[in-house]
Structures are given as C-alpha cells and as structure tokens.
C-alpha cells in the first residue's frame, strides 16, 4: 500500500490539484485502495466529531493505529480506535452499520455543449429494515434509513454538490465557501451551504417532508420557478406533490432526526404515520381491516424491542387487537393484522 499517506491527505482535505487528481485516479483504479479509502472516510469522520476529546499524543497514536488497522495486518478500523476512544462502543456500532448498504454504479447518457456524455453515477441502497451512514466524496455525512438509495455523481466533489434521494435521509453537511450542496427528492430541489436536515421522500409517499434542526435550508421546485421557500431552524415543511402545496410548522427535530441513533419516537403520532414507519422500520406486512384504528394515536418511544413486544404495547395502549400471523412462505415477511376491539 505505497499511497497510503497521499490517501490519508485526500480524506483530510490536505491534498489538491494534479497531486488530488493522480490519487483519484489510483483509487479508482485499485479495488484495494477503494477499500482503504471507504474505511478511512467511516474512520475520519469519526475523528473528526471526537477530536475534541483527544490530546495532541493521542491524535498521533490514533493516526498509527488507523494506518496499522487498514493496512497489512488487516485489522478492522474498529480494532485500531478502541484503544484510544472511551466511546469505542458507539462508534463500533456506528461503523457497523456501514455494513448494511450495497453499492452499484450506473452509467447514465447526459446532454452538455459538444454533445452527449456518460456520467458515472454511484448509488447507496439501504434495504428493508436496515439502516446506514455514508460518508459522502466532501466528508458530508448522510444517514440513510430502510429502503432509501442515494446517488451521486463522479464529479460531485465540485462547485455543484448533488445527490438525489428516494427514501430518507438526515444529512450532515459540510460547509465549503462557493460549493453549494443540494439533495434532489423528486422534483423537490433542496439547497444548503452547511448545515443539518432531515428528509423524507419515499416514492410511493405523496407528501415530502423536510426537518431543518440548523443552519440554511432554500426549497425550490423543478416545474415552477417561482416557487420558493427559505427554512428557519426547528420547522417542518410537508411539500404534497399531487396538489403541489406547502405546509410548514414547528416541531421538535430530534422527533424526526432520532432514528438515525437508533430509536424512533412519537408524540400523540396518528396511528396511520405510525403503521408506516412501523413497517419500513422492522420490514413487515400490516394489514388494517377496520379503519377506526386510524382515529387512535401513539406516544413512545421504540429501540431495540421486537415488533412483537411493540404491538403488543400498542394493543394494549391503543385499545386494538394486533395479531401476528407467520407465512412459512420462502421469504415471506412476517404479518400483524390491526383490528378494533
């Protein structure tokens, strides 16, 4: 691994021009350092959010560890920051999750001055019931939850930063001077410069909801050029593609940004938004036979418990009947069927 030290300058922003360009180039070119630089991207970030807690030895120490963990003895990263983080538990867990997701790339046919070009596209997809953080070309973060794919292109990394989501995604964005970052969810478009939101744009939802807990946020829309609406921390905007209409409110963001950490909370949650997430959540089958169900509502709070435990809470919370049925059917999903009492 002769390049380590130019890709370690890469993912800490140290490096630039021809000599950015040359290391692009061998990554790309190596199914090995593409690994190296997918690990050290996960490991960076987590540098990056704990240095505060490390001294000038300690950060010395890390940068050897992480060099020996991703390098011959093949180590996993994880190994190499548990000696020197007390919260080595978290970020393991963290760091897991990036097992999650698969990758694809695809080549789609774009129209520029002197005629038609490929650009490479690559694309992030979390399945169902599973969740995933994804340290983006600029060092963004993106959390993505169940069944979500986000997708960026090959030059990415420059003036324009554009990644296109179908699902959900809460965002930790990098701020660089003249390079905006924008997340494109159907003809939505959203623009930042640096800050943290969540969005929700799942394909078969009519509604997109996007979170502002800080910094800017500027809603436009592909169709309509007058159409344009600048975020304040703390409010939810809940754009409905059918009838093309905004609704903005305040809210408590950690309600809508907590599942990245592994938990999802609600307060007085209408039981139908419930049954929804519920079933991207645990990746089930919910069948409600009596639509009453839906004049019910839910608070709590949900972390590691089985759907089992939670609809039996629910049941018994909400006044309804929640059985379970198993289809012994290769792959079949499990099923609640959601009755009054």
Aim: with cysteine; proline share 1%.
């Amino acid at each position: 691994m002769e390049n380590f030290e130019d890709i370690l300058k890469l993912v800490t922003g140290n490096l630039a021009g021809e000599e950015k360009e040359k290391t692009l180039s061998e990554i790309n070119a190596r199914k090995e350092d593409r690994e190296i630089f997918r690990k050290m991207k996960i490991a960076w970030a987590m540098v990056s959010s704990c240095s505060k807690h490390l001294s000038d030895y300690d950060e010395e120490n890390l940068y050897l560890k992480i060099k020996k963990g991703i390098s011959g003895e093949k180590r996993n990263v994880v190994v190499a920051l548990h000696s020197v983080f007390k919260y080595a538990a978290f970020i393991t867990i963290v760091i897991s999750l990036t097992t999650i997701y698969y990758i694809h790339e695809q080549h789609w046919q774009v129209e520029d001055i002197d005629g038609t070009k490929e650009v490479l596209y690559t694309t992030v997809v979390t399945g169902e019931a599973q969740r995933s953080m994804v340290v983006l070309p600029d060092s963004s973060i993106a959390w993505l939850n169940s069944g979500t794919a986000l997708s960026y292109s090959n030059n990415f990394s420059g003036e324009n930063r554009k990644v296109l989501l179908n699902g959900q995604a809460f965002f930790q964005v990098t701020h660089r001077n003249n390079s905006i970052f924008s997340v494109q969810a159907k003809d939505l478009m959203i623009t930042v410069r640096g800050t943290q939101f969540d969005v929700e744009a799942y394909p078969e939802d009519k509604d997109i909801d996007v979170v502002l807990e800080s910094g800017k946020v500027e809603l436009t829309h592909q169709g309509f050029n007058t159409f344009s609406y600048n975020m304040q921390p703390g409010e939810k905007v809940t754009y409905n593609t059918s009838i093309n209409s905004l609704n903005v409110n305040r809210v408590d963001t950690l309600i809508y940004s907590s599942w990245k950490d592994g938990k999802l909370i609600f307060h007085n949650e209408p039981m139908k938004n419930v049954i929804e997430k519920l079933k991207k959540w645990y990746g089930i089958d919910i069948e409600v036979i009596d639509t009453e169900v839906y004049n019910s509502i839910f608070s709590g709070t949900i972390r590691n418990e089985s759907y089992e435990e939670i609809f039996r809470l629910i049941g018994a919370v909400c006044h309804i009947n929640c059985k379970l049925t198993h289809n012994y059917e290769k792959e079949a999903k499990p099923k609640i069927i959601i009755s009054n009492k």
